[in-house]
Each structure stands twice: as C-alpha cells, then as structure tokens.
C-alpha cells in the first residue's frame, strides 16, 4: 500500500540550531517527492520537490532534502533554523502526473528563542 | 510563482445553509484541481478532483451530493457545501496544477475556514 510517514509528530529546536525532518515513503514505483510548510491558518507552500536527477535538493528559505532510494527516504534539512520557520510540515509524494497526492501526518515544527 | 487564491478564508454560518468556496489559479491555467479537507492537527484528506469541462471524482466516503464541485473554467473551481451542519465544519484547501509544461506541481490556496453553527 502506498504512504507516507513522518515520525516526528512534534520537534523543537532552539534558533539558530540545525533541523532534519524525517519522511519516509512506500511506494510502488519511484515518486515524485515534495516538502510543504504550513502556517496556523492558512495553505500550504511548496518548499521544494524532487522529480529526477541529483538527489540533493534546494528550496527556499534556506531548506534542503536528500532522496535516498534505499531508504525510501526524503529527509529535509535546514542547517540554522529561525524562530519564523516555526510551522506545521508536511511530506508528500505522488505520481508523475502529479494527481492524487498523499500527505504524510505532518511534523509540527516549534523554534525556541 | 504559480499563485491560488482561495475565497472566503473564513465563513460563520448557520446549520442548514450552503456555503460556496471558490478557487482560483491566478496566473495559469488548470485543468485540474483538488479539493482537501484538513481536521485540527491532522493531515489533509483528499475529498475529491475537480476536472475542467468534465464531472468530478470523488473519494471513497465523500458525499457528492453534499460537496458539490463545479469546475466550469481553467482558472475557477468552487465547492459548496450543501445544507451545512456543524460536523462540516472544518478547514477547506484547494490545489491545482499549471497545465501547461511537465513536472509541475500542485500549488495551494490558503483555505477557507468554515464554521456551522
């Protein structure tokens, strides 16, 4: 069956200090893979994606992911976290046509000063 | 960047009225879009795609008598919420995909929150 999973239900972090997300994925054929951020209230924003190529990826705000297909694993990574990345993230993964993605349960991200 | 607008973000209504959201894609064209519902704390559920020119699909467990989806240009979906009582209450995303060129992803509006009193 194919999912999503993020470990992390809740991470904090102080300012300034290094960050990883966990996601790990099942799926029958290589996905395509994407990180969103999620503010209280509002949309998601994309943050990066993964589709082929280099496994390492850059996003913005300063965000980073690294496919490893022997862990079914795209893990996200920022080295210094600041108090406004602080926000709910999700993992997401599909197919090539991009229809029907599937969410992860999230990682809610909390930075302290 | 590929920009979705979502609207309202908010509606207060009463039990047994229907509320219509709608989204937009702003600066592309999108055959597609997706509907998601988001409960407190928890992920978001695929409700149902909305097709251009076409009906739309829905998942398993999703009433499309209650959640009626219209899709009827390239840049406008809208959902309504049919006679609305307050277990609809929840927090609406849309999403949709530029359909021009390949490997483009789904982009977010900023979800309605609705509330059934």
């Known amino acids: 069956a194919q999912s999503v999973t993020q470990p992390d239900i809740h991470i904090t972090v102080s300012e300034g200090a290094s960050l990883e997300l966990r996601c790990n994925y099942s799926y029958g054929a290589t996905p395509y893979l994407f990180w969103y951020v999620q503010s209280p209230g509002q949309g998601l924003q994309l943050l990066l994606k993964?589709?082929?190529?280099?496994?390492l990826v850059q996003g913005i705000k300063g965000f980073e992911a690294e496919f490893k297909r022997s862990q079914s694993s795209f893990n996200l990574r920022k080295p210094s976290v600041h108090w406004s990345d602080a926000a709910e993230y999700f993992c997401?993964?599909?197919?090539?046509?991009?229809?029907?993605?599937?969410f992860g349960t999230g990682t809610r991200l909390k930075v302290l000063a | 960047g590929a920009v979705v607008s979502q609207h309202p973000s908010r509606v207060i209504c009463k039990s047994g009225t229907s509320v219509k959201i709608e989204c937009r894609s702003l600066d592309f064209q999108a055959t597609t879009m997706f509907w998601y519902r988001q409960f407190p704390k928890q992920s978001l559920m695929l409700m149902a795609t909305?097709?251009?020119?076409?009906?739309?699909?829905?998942e398993q467990g999703v009433e499309k008598d209650k959640f009626l989806i219209n899709h009827a240009s390239l840049t406008l979906s809208t959902l309504t919420v049919t006679s609305a009582h307050p277990e609809d209450s929840s927090f609406y995303i849309c999403?949709?995909?530029?359909?021009?060129?390949?490997?483009?992803?789904?982009?977010f509006g900023d979800g309605t929150r609705l509330s059934i009193l």
């Open positions: 997401a993964v599909g197919p090539p046509s991009h229809y029907k993605y599937i």
């Open positions: 909305s097709n251009e020119g076409s009906k739309a699909t829905y």
């Open positions: 999403s949709a995909r530029d359909r021009l060129g390949s490997n483009q992803p789904q982009h």
């Open positions: 993964y589709f082929s190529g280099d496994t």
